[in-house]
């Protein structure tokens, strides 16, 4: 028989997010703390763009690298936190946490508000790869567990995985340990899904015309009620904007990953296994995540200064666009003929936003898009721009740019490595200073690719209009270094058979022409009537590159979805489906929980 502290601790633990991005809204942390009870609050601040960023921050001033939003929001809300007992968690300090940290330390004290911090570090690889602007390995949720269990108010870290802000506090409250696989599995499914803050809120969702502007106006911040055994309901604070429902969640669970294996530093989650119930207005259960031993390697994010880059933007405009494109072009390539250096990369793409008899000038125009790329500034910078603006007078009728370049700017390259585990220092520094390295003692296990599993019974044969994917499936996609994902997802069993034959790789790169050279690779999940497929290379060297028109793939779902092919018209006319999925999809059978 467990006495009331005990039991008190297999409460369930309720962590909310306020920052998907270093950008997000500033207000989110004051909201969440004031919107509804909470344990742990979240904030994800970390990007490998945001690494960049940071990188270059500390280049000016080593003192810095850590996201200085977090520090202002904390004036406005240490003391709120304080009062409400709220536990703050976040990895906002990037490259530099001790700074961080003491930075949060030095406002408490000019607050006047007692408060225990501590930071977790040695993500920070840089001695290992010299000639990287940032090397971070993705560290899990240990650090975090420890720091909380030894008292810690607030607790910043560096590059940690996204979901680790979650499976940290929740190891920590229900005592966990690394062999506890299908909790903390658990865990990291809850915190992916909290990770991008409101997109689990409807935001950036697929079939948001199906709700109205004002619902969708502000989006309430998500949070999980986590449970002992690592089953969780996505939720919102009552009374904000937005609403979860399967479809948000569903969409949040393909965001930026791959296969079924959802690998990282506390646990392999089996993505597989993943069960959604709706239990009521804005409620999500998801259950029966089932886990694996991590693997032996931990991934290192690096950033190098790729070089300079420059663009320019031709406005083409009325008749003969394809003409007035080829001179321009012919003008541009031979002035870096005849100048002293042409650029290293030089990339056109011609954009037709032209309609025929436009009843305006916007409307009636083409854009011609020129982006140069080298080692050095020069060739991007006064060569192009004395290359392009010197065709003022003697070019294509209608001669104009959306605006002159400039002297050209640096860009990075995104590359993933990896590290041993055992060769990371994982430190917990915890309140007081006191240095506590994190050791797992848990066997490791090589990632595999699961082999692909049954498809469902097609379709029978039926008519069949032409019409756009989006009618009947969603989509949500993303970036991971060079790569993109694209998860595509239906709402009922009879899409999802027709779904998973129609969909093949080849319908694919039909579909994005742009995916037609390189390897795609698709990912079946039938727990979610959804699939996954990685664009290898599509965008270059990462998003920082800026390699292509949408440097984060955030739009190639939607571009997916606005394809035309031949659907059935029984799903075409079908009505609109429930919010929740039937219980016959769950092929896992997990027992049900009853918080």
Known sequence: MTGPEEQAAKAPLRIGNASGFYGDRFDALRDMLTGGPLDV???????????????????????????????????????????????????AGGLNPGGLAHAVEELAGRLGIAVRVAHVEGDDLGARFPDALTANTYLGGAGIAACLRAGADIVVTGRVTDAALVTGPAAAHFGWGDGDLDRLAGAVVAGHVLECGTQATGGNYAFFGERSARELLRPGFPLAEIHE??????????????????????????????????????????????????????????RGVRGEAPPPDLK???????????????????????????????????????????????????????????????????????????????????????????????SYPGFHVTAP????????????????????????VLPGGERLPVRSAHPTLALEDLGRPPLPEPLPAGPTRRAPLGLVAGARSGDKGGDANVGVWVR????????????????????????????????DLPNLRALNFV??????????????????AKGLGEWLRARHLDVPAALLDAPAPPAAPPEAIDANEPTEVHP
């Open 535 to 552: 664009v290898e290379g599509i965008l270059g060297a990462g998003v920082a590159s800026q390699a292509r028109f949408d440097p984060q």
């Open 41 to 91: 609050l979240t904030g994800d601040y970390l990007a490998e763009l945001t690494m960049l960023i940071l990188g270059r921050d500390r280049l000016k001033d080593p003192s810095r690298g850590y996201a200085k939003t977090f520090l202002r929001q904390l004036e406005e809300c240490l003391g709120l936190a304080q009062e409400r007992g709220v536990k703050i968690v976040a990895n």
């Open 229 to 286: 055994d690592g089953s969780c309901v996505v939720t919102k604070h009552d009374g904000t904007g937005g609403f979860v429902d399967v479809g948000t969640v569903t969409a949040q669970l393909l965001y930026e990953t791959s296969g079924a294996r959802y690998a990282g530093p506390d646990v392999t989650a089996r993505l597989d296994t993943v069960t959604l119930t709706q239990e009521g207005p804005d409620r999500v259960r998801v």
């Open 405 to 428: 370049p400039g002297k050209g700017a640096p860009y990075g390259v995104f590359e993933a490595a990896y590290a041993e585990r055992g060769t990371v220092d994982h430190i917990a």
């Open 492 to 523: 009922t069993d009879d899409a999802w058979r027709w779904l998973a034959h129609e969909l093949t790789v080849e319908r694919f790169r039909e579909l994005i022409p742009e995916a037609a050279q390189l390897t795609v690779v698709r990912h």
């Open 300 to 394: 290192v994010g690096l950033n190098r200064l790729g070089g300079f880059r420059n663009e320019v933007v031709f406005v083409l405009t009325g008749l003969d666009v394809e003409a007035k494109a080829d001179l321009v072009r012919a003008q541009v390539e031979d002035a870096f003929a005849r100048g002293k250096s042409r650029p290293q990369e030089v990339r056109w793409e011609l954009v037709r936003t032209d309609r025929p008899d436009a009843d305006g000038e916007e409307a009636a125009s083409a854009l011609l898009r020129l982006v140069v790329r080298d080692p050095q500034q020069e060739p991007v910078g006064r060569a192009l721009s004395g290359a392009a603006i010197e065709l003022a007078l003697g």
